[in-house]
């Protein structure tokens, strides 16, 4: 499977502020290019704690990329994912709405009710490890399910666990010029952080979008 990471930070590299609520970091321009990449993936992740803050709806913007998709006998939108270990993803979150496939993906640890209830509300439920979601095994059951090519929009603890176990291929970061600052505000990659083996990356573009700067590596 591909894993292609988009984010957007400030230039301290924040994705948000201290409230974790969702700032407007990208520009139309950088939004229209995230629109494309979700267009050309089979599936969008995040984690259940940008489900809590953003409630995001992960489907595509643009009438035109989805004819493009349903041209090419794909579903109108890509399938959505959550890393959600305890089941907390509310039942009246945007993503489970019947738009497109919402895969939850959650740990032996995840309470059966909460489990059901994500059931009845339209979820696919897919369990992988014990305590958390083992994102290896998870995305492994994705694959058997057709999930190629997988766009993850974070936030920074699933980014940091993705770098951690080796899955990220991709990453397109988007800069944008502004400071958010805060020592608790959301970062790229948060988790423990690594102190060694630091992930490196290879840069392969740099662009001006909008006011900001586009960066792509491969990992
Ligand atoms: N600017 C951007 O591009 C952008 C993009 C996305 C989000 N954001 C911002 O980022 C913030 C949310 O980020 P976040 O870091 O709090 O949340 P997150 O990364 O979206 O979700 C983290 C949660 O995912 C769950 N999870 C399940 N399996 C995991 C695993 N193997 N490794 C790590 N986490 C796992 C954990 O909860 P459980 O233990 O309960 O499973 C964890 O607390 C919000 O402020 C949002 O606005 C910004
Ligand atoms: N590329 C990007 N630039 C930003 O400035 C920003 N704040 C996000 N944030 C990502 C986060 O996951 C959002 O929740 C979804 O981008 C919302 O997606 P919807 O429009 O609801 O489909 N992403």
């Not at 493009?68 to 305890?86: I, L």
């Not at 740990?107 to 439920?125: H, I, K, N, W, Y």
């Not at 998870?138 to 929009?153: C, I, N, Q, Y």
Request: glycine share 8%.
């Amino acid at each position: 499977m591909h894993v292609h990471v988009n984010a957007a930070t400030s230039v301290d590299g924040k994705l948000s502020s201290r409230r974790r609520e969702q700032v407007k970091i990208s520009g139309d321009e950088d939004f229209a290019r995230v629109d494309e990449v979700r267009a050309a993936s089979d599936a969008v992740l995040v984690g259940v704690g940008t489900v809590l803050a953003d409630d995001p709806h992960l489907t595509l913007d643009d009438a035109e990329l989805v004819s493009k998709r349903e041209s090419r006998g794909k579903s109108s939108h890509p399938a959505r994912v959550v890393a959600d270990s305890r089941a907390r993803t509310p039942t009246d979150a945007r993503i489970l709405d019947d738009e497109a496939t919402t895969y939850v993906l959650v740990s032996e640890a995840a309470p059966a009710d909460r489990r059901g209830a994500l059931e009845t509300a339209g979820a696919e439920v897919v369990v992988a490890g014990d305590e958390r979601v083992s994102l290896p095994a998870a995305f492994e059951s994705l694959e058997s399910h057709g999930v190629e090519r997988l766009m993850v929009e974070g936030g920074g603890e699933i980014i940091f666990s993705l770098f951690d176990a080796g899955l990220v291929d991709e990453l397109t970061l988007y800069v944008g010029s502004m400071v958010i600052g805060g020592r608790d505000a959301p970062t790229l990659a948060d988790g423990d952080g690594f102190v060694s083996a630091f992930p490196r990356l290879s840069l392969q573009a740099v662009e001006r979008v909008d006011d900001g700067v586009l960066l792509t590596y491969e990992c």
